[in-house]
């Protein structure tokens, strides 16, 4: 066994997401979760400034006796995580493998779309990864940079006209191109999960990132013993964070949540 934690962090609240099916699938493990609430969204950000801010957040995770980097957000597993990876002795596991190895797997006709933030499109890793995992797979891309805020600000449920509107926009292209499998390429977008679906149909199987990175990340670790407990940091306002947080995790958060000064790191 090995008790050492487990560190995971976004630029913001998504990653939640990720730890939720964490809870579900690695109850014993322990979990250390940094949302870098005070520099989200991370999708619009030059990739300098990304891996820049995936240096401190890593380090920040590593001053724990950590076993391994989850890395909770689309836009750091496409743009910094290989460079950083290779820079530090503890292994990181991103979402973008795990959610193509599925993907390929899952879809019939061959033709996939992907749906992310504006530095996750723009990278073009969901199409190189897709195609080493299927060469002859058909990918269609579409950033979709309002759904982030939308999300932070409650606008999830079907029926609410405001996400309904803003996810036909996006997704009507996609939908023309006759896709029968959609990445949901940020750990914000299950939280729109019912409203995608409904907009795609049935026939349109989706795939959540950050719980295909938590079902890869139990398949690569040494699992701990007894009851695993969860500790969260941000860097803005843990209370604002407390607030939203039981959106994603679909439970509110008991214990405090630390606040960091993450350009110290």
């Given amino acids: 066994?090995?008790?050492?934690?487990?560190?995971?962090?976004d630029s913001g609240m998504g990653g939640l997401t990720t730890v939720?099916?964490?809870?579900?699938?690695?109850?014993?493990?322990?979990?250390?979760?940094?949302?870098?609430?005070?520099r989200v969204p991370y999708g619009t950000r030059s990739p300098d400034a990304i891996l820049h801010y995936t240096r401190q957040d890593v380090a920040f995770l590593r001053s724990f006796d950590i076993k391994?980097?989850?890395?909770?957000?689309?836009?750091?597993?496409?743009?910094?995580?290989?460079?950083?990876?290779?820079?530090?002795?503890?292994?990181?596991?991103?979402?973008?493998?795990?959610?193509?190895?599925?993907?390929?797997?899952?879809?019939?006709?061959?033709?996939?779309?992907?749906?992310?933030?504006?530095?996750?499109?723009?990278?073009?890793?969901?199409?190189?990864?897709?195609?080493?995992?299927?060469?002859?797979?058909?990918?269609?891309?579409?950033?979709?940079?309002?759904?982030?805020?939308?999300?932070?600000?409650?606008?999830?449920?079907?029926?609410?006209?405001?996400?309904e509107t803003v996810v036909a926009e996006y997704l009507e292209e996609l939908k023309q191109k006759g896709i029968d499998t959609l990445i949901l390429g940020c750990t914000h977008y299950p939280l729109l999960h019912d409203v995608i679906a409904a907009y795609m149909g049935p026939e349109v199987r989706l795939i959540d990132s950050g719980a295909?990175?938590?079902?890869?990340?139990?398949?690569?670790?040494?699992?701990a013993q007894g009851q695993g407990k969860t500790r969260y940091f941000?860097?803005?306002?843990?209370?604002?964070?407390r607030s939203l947080a039981g959106l994603f995790l679909h439970g509110e958060i008991a214990d405090e949540v630390g606040r960091v000064d993450i350009a110290k790191y």
Avoid at 20 to 38: A, K, L, Q, S, V
Avoid at 92 to 104: D, I, L, N, S, T
Avoid at 216 to 221: D, K, P
């Fill in 20 to 38: 939720r099916r964490m809870h579900e699938i690695m109850p014993h493990e322990n979990i250390i979760y940094f949302g870098d609430t005070g």
């Fill in 234 to 241: 941000v860097s803005d306002d843990p209370e604002c964070f």
């Fill in 68 to 163: 391994a980097i989850v890395v909770a957000c689309n836009t750091v597993s496409a743009v910094a995580l290989e460079t950083v990876a290779s820079e530090i002795d503890v292994p990181m596991f991103g979402v973008v493998w795990p959610a193509c190895r599925k993907a390929a797997e899952t879809t019939r006709t061959g033709r996939i779309g992907v749906i992310g933030t504006a530095a996750t499109v723009r990278s073009g890793v969901y199409e190189r990864m897709l195609q080493r995992a299927r060469p002859e797979l058909e990918i269609f891309t579409k950033a979709c940079p309002l759904f982030v805020p939308l999300v932070e600000n409650g606008r999830v449920q079907p029926g609410d006209i405001v996400i």
């Fill in 212 to 223: 295909e990175v938590a079902d890869f990340a139990r398949r690569m670790l040494i699992p």
């Fill in 1 to 9: 066994m090995d008790n050492r934690p487990i560190g995971v962090f």
